[in-house]
């Protein structure tokens, strides 16, 4: 039986994926059970590999072999561990090399997006962490120049205006997640800013996210399809969730929600 128990999925004008861990199993394993049946696939890498106490390493030429037969796109969340804004300047370059050696690994299989967290760092002064941040970019921007049309820098648990001129000035772009925006009320007007590598969505409410989709969502889902449309946006949309039952509902809802959306309806 197929693992989200669905019919053919619609086709969209944008791609819509979820994660490498839908099932408790290696990337591999998910992304096997996964090709065919989204568009796009999440791979997930949450602790850099000198703090991962799980596999790390991932095996590139069957992802792309995958790819190739199911047309299948990916996405990389980059490690959520690295200190960019660090005072420490040998802590924000381990973190700079840390994306850099996964940029390189990955690059055969074509990522159409990097979700990079700018992580805080409460033991810094604003100011001088923006700082920080800003000379992490900068580094980022310059050893790895050719990616930096892929990478966005996601909206997280603190107001984004905090890193929205560094972002502006690193050239990099963002990654809108919209469970973040619910679960922190967060105000930024993102439909103004520029250059959006990725959307997540997910459920949420005050102090939880990553929840499944359930019907009160349908109004937000099907507002947000008519700002896609009307945006033309054309990249990933990925379902950030954790588990294959709540991904099978949830994926129900989005498709009633975005069914005035499906190319050809």
């Given at each position: 039986?197929?693992?989200?128990?669905?019919?053919?999925?619609?086709?969209?004008?944008?791609?819509?994926?979820?994660?490498?861990?839908?099932?408790?199993?290696?990337?591999?394993?998910?992304?096997?059970?996964?090709?065919?049946?989204?568009?796009?696939?999440?791979?997930?890498?949450?602790?850099?590999?000198?703090?991962?106490?799980?596999?790390?390493?991932?095996?590139?030429?069957?992802?792309?072999?995958?790819?190739?037969?199911?047309?299948?796109?990916?996405?990389?969340?980059?490690?959520?561990?690295?200190?960019l804004g660090?005072?420490?300047?040998?802590?924000?370059?381990?973190?700079?090399?840390?994306?850099c050696r996964?940029?390189?690994?990955?690059?055969?299989?074509?990522?159409?997006?990097?979700?990079?967290?700018?992580?805080?760092?409460?033991?810094?002064?604003?100011?001088?962490?923006?700082?920080?941040?800003?000379?992490?970019?900068?580094?980022?921007?310059?050893?790895?120049?050719?990616?930096?049309?892929?990478?966005?820098?996601?909206?997280?648990?603190?107001?984004?205006?905090?890193?929205?001129?560094?972002?502006?000035?690193?050239?990099?772009?963002?990654?809108?997640?919209f469970g973040?925006?619910?679960?922190?009320?967060?105000?930024?007007?993102?439909?103004?800013?520029?250059?959006?590598?990725?959307?997540?969505?997910?459920?949420?409410?005050?102090?939880?996210?990553?929840?499944?989709?359930?019907?009160?969502?349908?109004?937000?889902?099907?507002?947000?399809?008519?700002?896609?449309?009307?945006?033309?946006?054309?990249?990933?949309?990925?379902?950030?969730?954790?588990?294959?039952?709540?991904?099978?509902?949830?994926?129900?809802?989005?498709?009633?929600?975005?069914?005035?959306?499906?190319?050809?309806?």
């Amino acid at each position: 039986m197929p693992l989200l128990d669905l019919p053919e999925a619609p086709s969209y004008p944008w791609l819509l994926g979820t994660t490498s861990f839908v099932l408790p199993a290696g990337v591999e394993e998910n992304v096997r059970v996964l090709a065919g049946q989204v568009d796009a696939v999440q791979l997930l890498f949450f602790e850099s590999r000198v703090n991962s106490h799980l596999a790390h390493q991932v095996d590139v030429n069957l992802l792309a072999r995958l790819a190739d037969d199911h047309a299948l796109a990916y996405t990389v969340h980059l490690p959520l561990d690295l200190e960019l804004g660090s005072h420490d300047k040998v802590v924000r370059r381990q973190g700079v090399d840390e994306v850099c050696r996964l940029l390189e690994e990955l690059a055969p299989l074509s990522p159409r997006a990097f979700d990079l967290h700018l992580r805080p760092a409460p033991d810094v002064e604003r100011v001088a962490w923006q700082a920080n941040l800003a000379e992490s970019l900068q580094s980022l921007a310059t050893r790895c120049s050719e990616w930096r049309s892929k990478i966005g820098i996601e909206n997280i648990g603190y107001d984004f205006a905090l890193v929205e001129e560094v972002v502006r000035e690193s050239g990099f772009g963002i990654c809108v997640d919209f469970g973040h925006r619910l679960r922190y009320n967060q105000r930024t007007d993102f439909w103004a800013l520029p250059h959006w590598r990725h959307i997540h969505l997910h459920g949420a409410e005050p102090g939880r996210d990553h929840l499944p989709f359930q019907d009160k969502d349908i109004d937000f889902l099907h507002n947000l399809g008519h700002a896609l449309q009307r945006e033309e946006y054309r990249g990933v949309v990925t379902l950030e969730l954790y588990d294959a039952t709540q991904v099978r509902d949830s994926l129900a809802t989005l498709h009633q929600a975005w069914q005035p959306f499906q190319q050809g309806a």
